[in-house]
Structure formats: structure tokens, C-alpha cells
């Protein structure tokens, strides 16, 4: 499917903000990958499209998870993780994305994962703190985003785990292997 087809698509299937909030994503991932010297046309192609199920129903996020060999354990952790496995599964088979490096970015885009690849690293980071956001310590991430693509994304996931610890929850084992990975590579 062509990029505008993709793109119309897309934001007919989320409220208004999300799809702001998914613009603000494709503009800081485009500007992330020339900054840290990944692929500007992948990074967008991976923003486009990285919450494109975040608003399907749940039980339907999980039906595409279980039916499809998708990763099983993720069912027995928090539902916002859910949205990013499904959206890699769609990209794929509904818009037909065939780079794997396009399909790992969305599918890891939120919990991470152990040895991100650049481009993993961009879209994670770009939905951190694309302009939209406003949390506590964004400004930290940003800054930080300035000159290390690693040191921002590590402040971004310690800010996810403090936050999931605050609130008593599981930290998929995913997210916690990004961020070790993450301080091996800043070694
Ligand atoms: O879809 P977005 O809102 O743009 O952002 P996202 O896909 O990064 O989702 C972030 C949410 O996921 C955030 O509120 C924390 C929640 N979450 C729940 N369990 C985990 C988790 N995030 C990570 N990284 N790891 C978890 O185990
Ligand atoms: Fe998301
Ligand atoms: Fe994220
Ligand atoms: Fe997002």
C-alpha cells in the first residue's frame, strides 16, 4: 500500500489527539534517524503506523496476539503493550510492510527489547518525546536526545519502570532487558 493510502487509513482508525500524537511521532523519528544516521524513510514508515491498533478493542488485540503464534506471555502482562505486537501483525499483513527492520521497530516500540537495532532505538524514543508529550522529566529526555540516542532512550524506559513500580505493576521482561542493554552499550 502507498504512504498516503497508508496514512489516511491510519487516522481514521483513532481520535483526533492519537493522530497528532502519531504526527508528532513520524516528525521526531524522521528527525532522529538523520540525526543518529538511521533510515529517515523506515523510521517514518515505523511512526505511521506504530499505534495503529491502539484503539481497537482489547479483546480483539489479543485475538490477533493468540491467533497468530504471537508471543503468548504478553497476555499476562499490562494491555498497553498489547497494541504494539497486534500493530507489527497488521503492518504487515493489512498494509503489506515487508521490512522486518520496519516491523521490529513497531513491534518493539514499547517495551523495547534486548540489542535494539537503530532503528528500534528512533521510534521508541521519537514516541517518548515527540512534541505533544508533557510528562515530568520529557525535558530530561530531550535534552539528553541532543547528543545520545541511547542515554535519552535509557532515561525514558527508568522513567517507564519507576512509573510501573509506583503503580504495583508486572515490567514485561522485555523492558528490563532494553534497559540492560541499553547501560552495556554506555559502558
Ligand atoms: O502507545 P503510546 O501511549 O504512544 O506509548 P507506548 O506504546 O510506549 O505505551 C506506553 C505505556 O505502556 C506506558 O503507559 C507504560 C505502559 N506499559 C505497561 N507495561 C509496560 C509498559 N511499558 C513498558 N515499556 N514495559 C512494560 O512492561
Ligand atoms: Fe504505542
Ligand atoms: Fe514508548
Ligand atoms: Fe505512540
Known amino acids: 500500500m502507498k504512504r498516503e493510502e497508508i496514512v489516511a487509513s491510519v487516522k481514521e482508525q ?14 521526531t523519528s524522521v528527525l532522529l534517524a538523520e540525526r543518529f544516521g538511521e533510515d529517515p524513510v523506515k523510521a517514518e514508515l515505523a511512526a505511521i503506523l506504530h499505534d495503529v491498533c491502539k484503539y481497537w478493542r482489547v479483546d480483539e488485540q489479543a485475538a490477533i496476539i493468540r491467533d497468530n503464534g504471537l508471543p503468548l506471555d504478553l497476555l ?5 503493550l498489547w497494541h504494539a505486537h497486534a500493530g507489527a501483525w497488521i503492518a504487515k499483513t493489512r498494509y503489506g510492510v515487508e521490512d522486518e527492520e520496519v516491523l521490529d ?15 528500534d532505538k528512533v521510534v521508541c524514543l521519537a514516541d ?5 508529550r508533557d510528562f515530568p522529566h520529557v525535558h530530561i529526555i530531550r535534552q539528553e536526545a541532543e547528543h545520545s540516542l541511547e542515554k535519552a532512550l535509557l532515561a525514558g524506559f527508568d522513567g517507564t ?21 541499553l547501560i552495556l552499550e554506555l559502558d
Open 14 to 27: 483513532m481520535p483526533e489527539r492519537r493522530w497528532a500524537h502519531t504526527l508528532g511521532v513520524m516528525e
Open 76 to 80: 499476562d502482562y499490562d494491555k498497553e
Open 105 to 119: 521497530a513497531i513491534r518493539y516500540h514499547t517495551s523495547g527489547r534486548a540489542q535494539m537495532t537503530g532503528l
Open 128 to 132: 517518548y518525546m515527540e512534541p505533544g
Open 161 to 181: 519502570i519507576r512509573f510501573l513500580l509506583d503503580k504495583g505493576k508486572r515490567i514485561y521482561p522485555l523492558t528490563l532487558e532494553a534497559r540492560n542493554g
